[in-house]
């Protein structure tokens, strides 16, 4: 990421935004599929894992686990609160980690984030040992492609109408802002994330569009009616 994406001046604000149970989607949409596919790894990569939420959450599993981000606020607090995890600044495109050395990588909810998808996910498969796993959650590309973070649409009375979905195709960074936080996302089409993980000879074995299982019910109807995020399962071929 570079100096200019809003994460440097973002970073406290979604620290105290997530705390250490995470938002809606994460807590009650993606965290219990994700350390079911996550289980029963030896050594676990964390791409983007900002403040160490995932890592840790590996580690009761009894993965041994690197985090790495590029944002050294988050690093920062990632190393407060899991003094013996280990964790590396760096961005994803360009990090130095040991090759062949993790069983299983993980992206949660950072591709997003990557402007550079091509040169990360080479990493990302460098990083892994043969017969190893890539497990990603994104944001769908549909959800994505109204202004980067999806947009509802509401009549007179304030009532979801629908959702938003423009320029699916076109790739594009945008800002987005909530809570204090805004930061550079980007949108590409689901054709771009399977084109770049197929050319690099991984093999698909899971892919899941989860549903809530929990949590306010109000909130959770959104995220029933449109697609929202996405899992795949991606396996290096020996």
Known sequence: ????????????????????????????VLDKPMLERAQGAR???????GEGRFCRMMQAQGTRTLGVDPTETLIRKAKE??????YLIAK????????GGF??????????????LEQAAAKMVEALEPGG?????????FSSAGTIAGRWLRDRDGALK???????????????EWKGIRILNWHRPLESYMRVFLDLGLKLTHFAEPKPYGGDPEIGARYARAPWFHILEWRKEP
């Open 1 to 28: 990421m570079s100096a200019t994406d809003g994460w440097r001046d973002s970073a406290q604000a979604w620290i105290d935004s997530l705390g250490e149970e995470g938002d809606f989607g994460r807590k009650w």
């Open 43 to 49: 050594r676990a990569l964390d791409v983007g894992c």
């Open 81 to 86: 609160r899991d003094p013996q995890g280990g």
């Open 92 to 99: 994803a495109e360009d990090m130095r980690v040991e090759a």
């Open 103 to 116: 069983d299983l990588v993980v992206s949660y909810l950072s591709l997003i984030d990557i402007p550079g």
């Open 133 to 141: 796993r890539l497990l990603v959650a994104n944001l769908t590309s």
């Open 162 to 176: 629908g959702f938003l979905m423009d320029h699916y195709l076109e790739e594009r960074a945008e800002w987005v």
